[in-house]
């Protein structure tokens, strides 16, 4: 049976006439949330969810802008960017993400981009700051997440995880990125033949990076084997990272198979 949420939507951008459609600011352009229509959202069941963009086309590029969750009390899920099928090769750059909410949501949840089977996926050259769960969050393939700055994510910076759907986390590039404070691991990988290079990740809770795997209850759910399967990480390559000050001894945690770490 299919899960539904109600969805306030700023921007909605669907339909095979919007496929490479180019949303470019000044570089002062803000894109606050708003609120919207309710409507339903299969991937995040049974919670209320305020997204600013929604992307459902192939292509859309967005640049040059602040997407922001201002200063207020919110009770919902809030999503800076969400793309689903069939929004592939759809693209992130020089883009700010804020949030200052004066609380977390009743509901756990809230990310600065959450791409959900969206394959080819960019993030490039963005920052995020605020009390967004998840900065980047991609149980997707092929995506490339690099050269971004992330700061004091409560739980993961960056999380390439496997969630229901049949969503593979295979073959995604995270490269270059400056990740700080976050509340668990700075990056943390569910998935199977990705790659991690050139990271620099400090003063993390958690790991600085950690591959999953044989250890229940080790990483973010639903791959964490105390709800379901167990998500092993295998095949994956980490190299050239920078770890600092981070709360797991500074070295990359492997409890996954098959695993390059250099």
Do not use: W
Not at 19 to 44: Q, R
Request: hydrophobic share 35%; charged share 20%; proline share 5%.
């Amino acid at each position: 049976q299919r899960q539904m949420c109600i969805r306030d939507r700023n921007v909605d951008i669907r339909g095979a006439e919007k496929a490479g459609l180019k949303i470019k600011g000044s570089g002062n352009t803000i894109v606050e949330s708003a609120g919207g229509l309710p409507g339903a959202c299969g991937p995040c069941p049974n919670v209320t969810a305020d997204i600013i963009f929604d992307l459902r086309t192939a292509g859309v590029s967005i640049s040059d802008l602040t997407i922001s969750h201002p200063a207020s009390t919110s009770m919902k899920r809030e999503l800076g960017v969400f793309a689903r099928p069939p929004a592939a090769n759809a693209s992130i750059n020089k883009v700010n993400f804020h949030r200052t909410r004066s609380d977390e949501p009743a509901q756990p949840g809230s990310r600065g981009v959450f791409v959900f089977l969206a394959p080819g996926f960019e993030v490039k050259h963005s920052t995020f700051t605020g009390k967004y769960e998840d900065a980047v969050h991609i149980p997707s393939s092929s995506s490339d997440i690099s050269h971004n700055t992330i700061i004091d994510a409560p739980r993961v910076g960056i999380v390439i995880i496997q969630e229901p759907g049949g969503s593979p986390a295979e073959d995604n590039i995270i490269k270059g990125n400056t990740i700080s404070g976050s509340g668990n691991d700075g990056i943390q990988i569910q998935g199977d033949n990705n790659i991690v290079k050139d990271n620099t990740i400090e003063n993390s809770v958690g790991a600085g990076i950690k591959l999953c795997g044989e250890v229940s209850g080790d990483c973010v759910m639903p791959g964490d084997g105390t709800s379901g399967e167990l998500a092993i990480a295998s095949g994956n390559i980490v190299k050239g990272n920078t770890l600092i000050d981070n709360g797991e001894n500074n070295i990359v945690i492997d409890n996954g198979m098959d695993n390059i770490v250099k």
